[in-house]
């Protein structure tokens, strides 16, 4: 079965620092391009970073271009968000996504639960 299972959200203070995971499994994690998301309430989901499937690049919102570093370990089929200098508005629910390289017309889009982050006093 397909599961992105994210952790490392939590609460932390304007300026400060969380790196969050997200473990993959069920599909061919290395032939996947991956991405982390974000969402506040009322909002729609945002990317905020991409990682192509080899890791060789990388594109960030502007919002977060500077702060926020995503890389990924093909080895143990994980992705990662490090989030430095954060700030309040960096508040959301961030999800982890996977999507494959289409095959013939063929696309496959996964996503993960969602972990909280709030940057906050």
């Known amino acids: 079965q397909v599961q992105l299972v994210e952790s490392g959200g939590g609460l932390v203070q304007p300026g400060g620092s969380l790196r969050l995971s997200c473990a993959a499994s069920?599909?061919?994690?290395?032939?996947?391009?991956m991405s982390w998301y974000r969402q506040t309430p009322g909002k729609e989901r945002d990317l905020v970073a991409t990682?192509?499937?080899?890791?060789?690049?990388?594109n960030y919102a502007d919002s977060v271009k500077g702060r926020f570093t995503i890389s990924r370990d093909n080895v143990n089929n994980t992705v990662y968000l490090q989030m430095n200098r954060l700030k309040p508005e960096d508040t959301a629910v961030y999800y982890c996504n996977a999507r494959n390289i289409p095959v013939f017309g063929i696309r496959r889009n996964y996503w993960g639960q969602g972990t909280q982050v709030t940057v906050s006093s």
């Open positions: 069920g599909f061919p994690f290395s032939t996947y391009v």
């Open positions: 990682i192509t499937v080899a890791g060789d690049s990388t």
